[in-house]
């Protein structure tokens, strides 16, 4: 694969920042829903391995945090995936559509 990088003050030099920036806020994404699911696997395995020994009851409260999280990973990925810009796609996509 080559490895250019972009003229100067060009369109494609534009293009390929909003494209780095773009994948930067991907990955983020994908980081963050990483660690999402790696601690509340952990934290679902100590709760019943606990339970399982007696010492503590599995409770509604103990999964706030996997709810919590997991509204803040849905806007995340709202973020990420309409991005700011989704208005403007979507008339786009409508007009090539009735052209």
């Known amino acids: 694969m080559e490895n250019r990088k972009p003229e100067e003050n060009s369109d494609e030099k534009i293009r390929y920042l909003n494209a780095q920036k773009r994948v930067k806020e991907i990955r983020g994404f994908y980081a963050h829903l990483v660690s999402y699911i790696a601690v509340n696997i952990i934290l679902i395995i100590f709760n019943i391995l606990y339970h399982e020994l007696g010492y ?12 919590v999280w997991g509204i803040i990973i849905l806007v ?6 309409l991005g700011k810009d989704w ?11 009735e052209k």
């Open 76 to 81: 995340h990925a709202g973020f990420v995936f």
């Open 87 to 97: 208005e403007q796609r979507k008339i786009r996509k409508l007009m090539d559509k």
């Open 56 to 67: 503590m009851k599995i409770k509604v409260n103990q999964f706030y945090s996997l709810i």
